[in-house]
């Protein structure tokens, strides 16, 4: 299965409800030299980039289809994209901030966090959301299936156990850098959904989607989406919510 962008900014609906919470918690005046890492399809960047009266953001993402989708999609002053790889991306300190939304936890975080120390300026901040590898909605709707006696080799595969440890990681990590303030906080989420298909969505933009036959695709999405709504029946008297746990990160150089 192809990277497909459109696809990508349909299943993105939950991780930028979670964004906006979070920049509603921070109240910074944006101004400067600014890197979104692991922009993704850009649209996430284009909307902070509205928000900066004097400045200039970069969006950077591994991905040279999304990198392509977002210099075709969104063109603005004092907005950029390009294809970098933060675990290899080295210039002089000169951000003022640095923003990552659901990104970091797919990288080395020992190459990445390091990179992102050197690329502040003094008194740079930067603000990350990224997964904490606890428990979530898509996890549940595997143990539901495995619970079913369905699917039983990917639910082997894909039932992992809660890397509980992946967040001290991140302290341990963030300890050893010469931050002047960091601040953590594991925030538990749920965000409500208008129709099932942005669930449906949502699994379509997972890495795992394009490891699967594409001979059994549709009816493993089917059967996803039925063991969610049977999981929120279940919690929530039928109502979708999406639930997830991600790490708030904030810290100043």
Known sequence: MIWDPDRYVLGN?????????????IKVKL????????????????????KIKHGHILGIDSSENMIRHANQQWVQKGLSFEVHNI????????????????????????????????????????YAVMSSFSDHSILQTW????????????????????????FYDVINLLKELPFKQV??????????????????????????????????????????????????ARKYNGRLYYETRPIFLEAIK
């Open 13 to 25: 609906y939950i991780q930028n409800k979670i964004n906006e919470a979070f920049l509603k918690t």
């Open 143 to 166: 143990k539901e299936l495995a619970k079913q006696n369905l699917y039983r080799e990917l639910t082997e595969k894909y039932i992992t156990p809660i890397n509980e440890k992946y």
């Open 87 to 126: 675990e290899e991306f080295h210039r002089p300190p000169s951000f003022d901030f640095v923003f990552s939304f659901w990104c970091l936890h797919w990288t080395n975080i020992n190459a990445s966090f390091p990179n992102i120390f050197h690329l502040l300026k003094n008194e740079g901040k930067w």
């Open 183 to 232: 601040k953590l906080n594991l925030k538990t989420c749920r965000i409500p959904l208008p129709h099932i298909n942005y669930y449906k969505n949502l699994l379509l933009t997972m890495p795992f989607i394009k490891r699967i036959p594409s001979e059994m695709t549709d009816a493993l999405i089917e059967d996803m989406l039925k063991a969610f709504q049977t999981i929120c």
């Open 31 to 50: 101004s400067g030299n600014i890197l979104d890492i692991g922009c993704g399809d850009g649209q996430y960047t284009y909307l902070l980039a509205r």
